[in-house]
């Protein structure tokens, strides 16, 4: 299953366990806004967004703390 379905599933059974009405109405607007704004990706964005799942899917993966350790040493210039 694809990330994004996997989010998509944890969001819903979220939903389903709310029963306030004080946080449906703020999460209606935001989704109906969201979903209304849909933008189009370039070819070279599409491409680039397979190239993320093909290495999320082959672990090729790194931790935040290993990329903050190498953004550092490049700033340093090492």
Same mark, same amino acid.
């Given at each position: 299953?694809a990330?994004v379905d996997?989010i998509r599933n *944890?969001l819903i059974?979220?939903?389903l366990?709310?029963? &306030?009405?004080?946080?449906?109405?703020p999460?209606? /607007?935001? $989704?109906?806004?969201s $979903?209304s &704004?849909?933008?189009e990706?370039?070819?070279?964005?599409?491409e680039m967004?397979?190239?993320? @799942? &093909? &290495?999320i899917q082959? %672990?090729?993966?790194i931790?935040?703390d @290993?990329m *903050? /350790? =190498?953004?550092? @040493?490049?700033?340093? %210039? =090492?």
């Amino acid at each position: 299953m694809a990330i994004v379905d996997k989010i998509r599933n *944890n969001l819903i059974d979220k939903i389903l366990s709310i029963r &306030d009405k004080e946080i449906f109405e703020p999460l209606d /607007k935001l $989704v109906s806004s969201s $979903v209304s &704004d849909i933008i189009e990706l370039t070819n070279e964005q599409k491409e680039m967004l397979q190239m993320s @799942e &093909d &290495d999320i899917q082959n %672990g090729r993966l790194i931790s935040q703390d @290993e990329m *903050n /350790k =190498r953004n550092l @040493e490049w700033l340093n %210039g =090492r």
